[in-house]
């Protein structure tokens, strides 16, 4: 397959295979002294390139705030109402009236969140989920709103009986037929989608001793085979979100949609609280975007590109519960942020993960240094990115002409007469062009993700007669 000429490949930033990438909004608390008002928030949501929230109310100031601002924001109804909005069609006419069409189409309001996490604990509300979400939509339907504005409710991974490995995810057998199936054919009625709130710190602070740490905050790692299906997972993010969509999939519901509505990792915490800090939620959250906006799913579906809400906006100081509670916010009620990460396509073209020399915890490891033009070893063992033959022709030479481009990765040995010219297949050529780019970024979390054409592995690549380095 002849590809293009290295000259014609030095394209802009823009053409990169970002086209039908993921997105990233933010949870907006407001459990917390001294945060600046509505219109003070929206204008910092505008001025880092934040285009959706999500919020836990209704609250007039803050609807009203976003009016304008082209900002996306789906709002809540308290778990206190559902009882009430599955009684009466009429209270749930009058809520959608006031708290959603009173303020479109100025404000855009995408979706109602049924409640929060109604399965944590065993309570009453659970049983009017169900009937809540059809007549909120019922009300959508009466104000022609059905279309722009989807209901659901998030979960807990705790719904889940079943999380590990990924591909033995199931609901809790209590809730499978009185809750998940009937919401599950709701949702794929009415197109709306599944919101699921994950938080892989919890899962490494109770299983530190087994989790590596560099495989929490997207770091590179040699990955965990799911011995259920033999897929390899780079990440307990992605590895959580496959055993929701195992679950879903077990009760033939492949074709819903996800949107991950809360993930986050805490800055401070108490001394038994492992694995909060500063580095920690640094790396964690910007390595989570740059792996969001590069696009591409997970193992399990591989082109269901992600939404993913930060959590949150702000540390909330009258929260109770241990510090880390406290502490999971991206700014502090002055707007100064918490540490620096993007949330932009843009934001990432200088971001880097860096990791603290003091840094404890699991997946450590020794560097040497590079040396020009060769190779460097890790104690842990090398690693490269490759392409994946089947993702398609037009996202493997978009990505390619990120590589070969901006990316600054070195293409000059896949040119005609060099070294790795032979095969001369799109897959080969791509594939090298991606592992120079990892290797020249460290083989940073996030940088072998390419739209979801590429992906890790930990034996050499064989393409001919060509060699791929592993450090520069």
């Not at 002849?2 to 990233?24: E, R, Y």
């Not at 299906?229 to 033939?252: C, E, H, P, T, W």
Request: aromatic share 12%; hydrophobic share 40%; net charge negative.
């Amino acid at each position: 397959m002849d590809l293009l000429p290295f000259s014609l490949l030095l394209v802009a930033f823009a053409c990169l295979p970002f086209s039908d990438a993921g997105s990233i909004g933010v949870n907006y608390g407001r459990v917390a002294d001294n945060l600046p008002s509505a219109t003070k928030v929206v204008e910092l949501l505008k001025s880092q390139g934040i285009d959706k929230i999500k919020i836990y109310d209704t609250d007039p100031a803050v609807l009203k705030a976003l009016a304008g601002s082209g900002i996306k924001v789906t709002v809540a109804i308290p778990d206190a109402f559902l009882f009430a909005a599955a009684r009466s069609q009429s209270f749930a006419n009058v809520w959608v009236q006031r708290n959603v069409a009173d303020y479109h189409p100025g404000t855009q309001i995408e979706a109602i969140a049924a409640g929060n996490e109604v399965f944590v604990e065993a309570n009453s509300t659970t049983r009017y989920l169900i009937q809540a979400m059809k007549n909120l939509h019922t009300a959508l339907v009466k104000f022609n709103l059905h279309n722009q504005v989807k209901v659901s409710s998030p979960i807990a991974l705790s719904a889940l009986q079943s999380s590990f490995p990924s591909s033995a995810g199931t609901f809790r057998p209590e809730f499978v037929e009185p809750v998940f199936k009937p919401m599950l054919e709701f949702l794929r009625q009415t197109g709306s989608y599944l919101m699921v709130n994950i938080y892989p710190f919890f899962a490494y602070e109770s299983n530190a001793d087994v989790i590596p740490l560099d495989y929490a905050l997207f770091r590179e790692n040699p990955g965990v085979v799911d011995s259920g299906n033999g897929l390899r997972y780079f990440s307990l993010f992605d590895a959580q979100i496959d055993a929701v969509f195992a679950a879903m999939s077990a009760l033939k519901y492949d074709d819903v949609a996800l949107v991950v509505t809360e993930t986050g990792w805490p800055s401070k915490g108490d001394s038994t609280e492992t694995g909060a800090s500063l580095d920690n939620a640094a790396a964690y959250n910007g390595n989570l975007v740059r792996r969001v906006l590069s696009g591409g799913g997970t193992p399990l579906r591989r082109k269901a590109d992600l939404t993913v809400y930060l959590f949150g906006l702000f540390n909330e100081d009258k929260k109770n519960g241990p510090t880390s509670e406290r502490n999971f916010g991206l700014f502090y009620p002055n707007e100064e942020k918490v540490y620096d990460i993007p949330f932009t396509i843009e934001g990432l073209r200088g971001h880097h993960d860096t990791r603290s020399p003091t840094t404890g915890g699991g997946g450590q490891r020794t560097v040497t240094s590079p040396v020009s033009g060769g190779v460097s070893k890790s104690s842990s063992g090398n690693t490269w990115c490759v392409a994946h033959g089947d993702a398609g022709k037009e996202r493997l030479q978009a990505a390619l002409d990120f590589a070969c481009g901006e990316g600054g990765a070195d293409c000059r040995p896949i040119q005609p007469g060099d070294p790795c010219y032979d095969p001369n297949t799109l897959e080969a050529h791509a594939s090298y062009a991606f592992n120079s780019y990892y290797q020249k970024k460290g083989r940073a979390g996030g940088s072998c993700y390419f739209g979801g054409a590429a992906y890790i592995v930990s034996e050499p690549p064989k393409y001919g007669k060509c060699e791929f380095p592993t450090g520069y």
